[in-house]
């Protein structure tokens, strides 16, 4: 079986934490990513690794002295990504995102997610956009991918500036955009 079955059939093994049938599209990763500075060393967290395709690409967006912190629930899916992801930036967190603060007190320079935000309670979801806000320094960006627009409104009661962009496609994937105290 090849790899991309292998993946989908594990996102359906625990469609309860993953909320999805298969991973996000290359557009996904390569637009999520956008936001991320790449003209210095800096410290990113990816809330919701899975098996690793957009922290492939936050790994090729980064200079050589950053660091990347992904969270993942699924201990077989940072098994996974520690046998597939040999990079020495790349710290794999087997933790709940709403836990950011038990493992990172530095400054944050960028956080991407692909958590399954529908899928969690009110204060669940609040707690990791808030916390995640709390560590960002200023005039940095949280990017989100879902699949609605549903979600939006709580990225904005918490961020100063939001923007969602529609990548067309099937399933319609939705990147929200949101920046920390712009200029
Ligand atoms: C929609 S999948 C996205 C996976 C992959 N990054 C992609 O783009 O296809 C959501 C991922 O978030 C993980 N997840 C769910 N709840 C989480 C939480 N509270 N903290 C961290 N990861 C979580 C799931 O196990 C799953 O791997």
Redesign the pocket.
């Known amino acids: 079986m090849n790899q991309k079955r292998k993946t989908r059939l594990q996102?359906l093994k625990?469609f309860r934490?993953?909320?999805?049938f298969?991973?996000?599209s290359r557009k996904?990763?390569m637009e999520i990513c956008q936001r991320i500075p790449t003209d210095k060393d800096i410290v990113v967290v990816e809330?919701?690794?899975?098996?690793?395709?957009?922290?492939r690409e936050i790994l090729a967006s980064i200079s050589k002295g950053s660091k990347l912190y992904a969270?993942?629930?699924?201990p077989e899916?940072c098994d996974h990504v520690n046998d597939s992801i040999k990079d020495n930036r790349l710290v794999i967190i087997n933790?709940?995102?709403?836990n950011l603060k038990n493992h990172i007190s530095e400054p944050i320079d960028s956080v991407i997610s692909?958590?399954?935000f529908s899928f969690?309670s009110e204060e669940?979801g609040s707690t990791?956009i808030q916390n995640a806000h709390d560590l960002l320094s200023d005039q940095s960006t949280y990017s989100q991918?879902l699949l609605t627009k549903f979600n939006f409104k709580k990225f904005q009661a918490v961020f100063e500036s939001c923007e969602i962009m529609n990548l067309k496609g099937f399933p319609y994937e939705y990147i929200y955009h949101c920046r920390k105290n712009p200029k």
Do not use: R
Request: hydrophobic residues 40%; negative net charge.
């Open positions: 996102f625990n934490e993953t909320g999805a298969k991973e996000t996904v990763e809330f919701g690794m899975g098996h690793g395709n957009i922290t969270f993942e629930v699924v899916f933790d709940g995102a709403e692909s958590l399954p969690f669940k990791i991918v």
